[in-house]
Nanobody
Framework: QVQLVNSGGGLVPAGGSLRLDCAAS????????MGWFRQAPGKEREFVAA?????????RYAASVKGRFTISREDAKNTAFLQMNSLKPEDTAVYYC????????????????WGQGTQVAVSS
C-alpha cells in the first residue's frame, strides 16, 4: 500500500514562490507517475502537473501553470516536488499529490493513491 505525505504550502503574496513536497513510501516501486492536483473552494479537483517515474522523467503540465510551475523528483528519497513561481491569487487551492501505476496519467481517475492535501493561499 503506497502512502503519500504532502508538505509545504502556506500563504504568500502574488508573485511569490512556494515548494510542495510529496514523499512516497510502502510500495513506491509500483509507482510510474507522480502528479499534483488542486481543488479550489466550490470547484472540481483539477490536474496541475505530472512526472514519469522512469529514466525519461517526462512531464506534463496544465496550461494554466506551464512556465510557472516545475515538477521534479528525487529518486533516492521517493519524493516529488512542485516548485511554484509567479503565484497568482487564482492558484489558491488545496494541493494534492497522487501516484499512478502508468504513464502518462493526467486524469483524476488515473490515480490510485493520494496525499492528504496542503493549503496554498496567494494574496492579491
Amino acid at each position: 500500500q503506497v502512502q503519500l505525505v504532502n508538505s509545504g504550502g502556506g500563504l504568500v503574496p502574488a508573485g511569490g514562490s512556494l515548494r510542495l513536497d510529496c514523499a512516497a513510501s510502502g510500495g513506491a516501486n509500483s509507482i510510474n507517475t507522480m502528479g499534483w492536483f488542486r481543488q479550489a473552494p466550490g470547484k472540481e479537483r483539477e490536474f496541475v502537473a505530472a512526472i514519469a517515474w522512469d529514466n525519461s522523467k517526462s512531464t506534463r503540465y496544465a496550461a494554466s501553470v506551464k512556465g510557472r510551475f516545475t515538477i521534479s523528483r528525487e529518486d533516492a528519497k521517493n519524493t516529488a516536488f512542485l516548485q511554484m513561481n509567479s503565484l497568482k491569487p487564482e492558484d489558491t487551492a488545496v494541493y494534492y499529490c497522487a501516484a499512478a501505476a502508468f504513464w502518462p496519467a493526467v486524469r483524476r481517475v488515473d490515480y490510485r493513491y493520494w496525499g492528504q492535501g496542503t493549503q496554498v493561499a496567494v494574496s492579491s
